[in-house]
Nanobody, 123 residues
């Protein structure tokens, strides 16, 4: 049973950094593709990036060069390091998982979701 729990959200000034964590209590993360999505008020859920179980990562253009996904398979935790944050990065951030090595930009292709953590970037 995969259970994902995010943490690390908060309020930060523009230009600052935050690191989000997503812990998998089911301890199957090592064989899963893990992704981060975000949803701002009144907007659809948006792809941020994914990390394949082999370690290859892909990012949305809006965060490329600023956000980095890393994973600690031994701790069954995936991280989202967010640097140079902008007010438009304000959203609820969700981690998601799907079996196998095929990544996807589409939220519907992920089987497991965390509860979300709020990130607010003030100008």
């Amino acid at each position: 049973q995969v259970q994902l729990v995010e943490s690390g959200g908060g309020v930060v000034q523009a230009g600052g950094s935050l690191r989000l964590s997503c812990a998998d209590s089911g301890r199957v993360l090592s064989s899963y593709t893990m992704a981060w999505f975000r949803q701002a008020p009144g907007k659809e859920r948006e792809f941020v990036g994914f990390s394949r179980s082999g370690g290859t990562s892909y990012y949305a253009d809006s965060v490329k060069g600023r956000f980095t996904i890393s994973r600690d398979n031994a701790k069954t935790t995936v991280y989202l390091q967010m640097n140079s944050l902008k007010p438009e990065d304000t959203a609820v951030y969700y981690c998601a998982g799907r079996r196998g090595v095929t990544g996807s930009y589409t939220a519907n292709n992920y089987d497991y979701w965390g509860q979300g953590t709020q990130v607010t970037v003030s100008s």
